[in-house]
């Protein structure tokens, strides 16, 4: 049995444009080509893309990709190690669900958070690629080693401060505080202070940094949850700090 290049793209929530570039770069190539150009994939190419699927869920680039697949030629072996790491990840999920529900009920009900309990089953490392990619992998390197030497009451310490910033970004958008107002520039002051501690400080890394916090869901919640707004009031702060300061 075989499936279409397009078969495959809808069944996988890829697209064939993925597909034809993973074929070009040697990676998963297409069981045959028809007399009409289109590819077409067998049951060994399925489990293939599975595994390069998963690959890149793991965070994965493609070149590791290709070393990894190269390197395992037992197909029901490889299954078996990536099911430990879902299984790893199903964990690991779990526990950010713990996480963010806890958080959830103590901001609804205006309790103090705890750095433990906010950031319980979150891994700086998973977005690797994505920080190596905006700024460098000096950026990354450099802020890795940083977090690497941190004991872990440091490490509470730290995403603690971070949690009480976002906490006064809230109190000072519900009071109706302008972004350019004394108040919100102590406490993007101190925003600023926190990041320099792992990362060189630059003008367009901190203006950057502030368009992230908006345009991405995964930090804009970290400080929405303080009311719908902050995000914004953070990414301005952040503009009126760096054309004042760096």
Do not use: C
């Not at 069981?31 to 965070?59: F, K, T, W």
């Not at 101190?190 to 908006?214: H, S």
């Not at 400080?223 to 953070?234: M, Q």
Request: overall charge negative; charged content about 30%.
């Amino acid at each position: 049995m075989e499936w279409s290049i397009q078969d495959i793209a809808r069944s996988a929530g890829t697209t064939s444009r993925t597909l034809r570039h993973y074929g070009e770069i040697g990676l998963l190539s297409p069981s045959r080509v028809g007399s009409n150009g289109y590819r077409y994939y067998d049951q060994d190419a399925l489990v293939r893309l599975q595994r390069i699927l998963l690959l890149r869920e793991l965070g994965l680039g493609l070149p590791a990709i290709a070393e990894v697949l190269a390197g395992q030629r037992d197909t029901a072996a490889a299954l078996r190690a990536h099911l430990d790491l879902l299984e790893q990840e199903r964990q690991r999920i779990t526990r950010q669900i713990a996480s963010v529900r806890t958080t959830l009920e103590k901001t609804e009900g205006g309790q103090q958070l705890m750095a433990e309990e906010v950031f319980d089953g979150f891994d700086h490392t998973q977005h690797k690629e994505e920080v190596i990619e905006r700024w460098g992998k000096d950026a990354y390197d450099k802020g890795d080693q940083w977090w690497s030497s941190l004991s872990e009451e440091d490490k509470r310490a730290h995403q603690q401060r971070q949690l009480d910033i976002a906490a006064d970004y809230g109190r000072a958008h519900q009071a109706g505080l302008a972004a350019d107002s004394e108040v919100v520039q102590a406490i993007t002051k101190r925003l600023r202070d926190w990041i320099g501690v792992a990362a060189t400080v630059t003008k367009p890394y901190f203006v950057g940094l502030g368009e992230m916090y908006v345009a991405d869901p995964r930090f804009s919640q970290n400080y929405d949850r303080h009311g719908a707004g902050t995000a914004e009031l953070v990414r301005d702060a952040m503009k009126v700090y760096a054309d004042r300061n760096l």
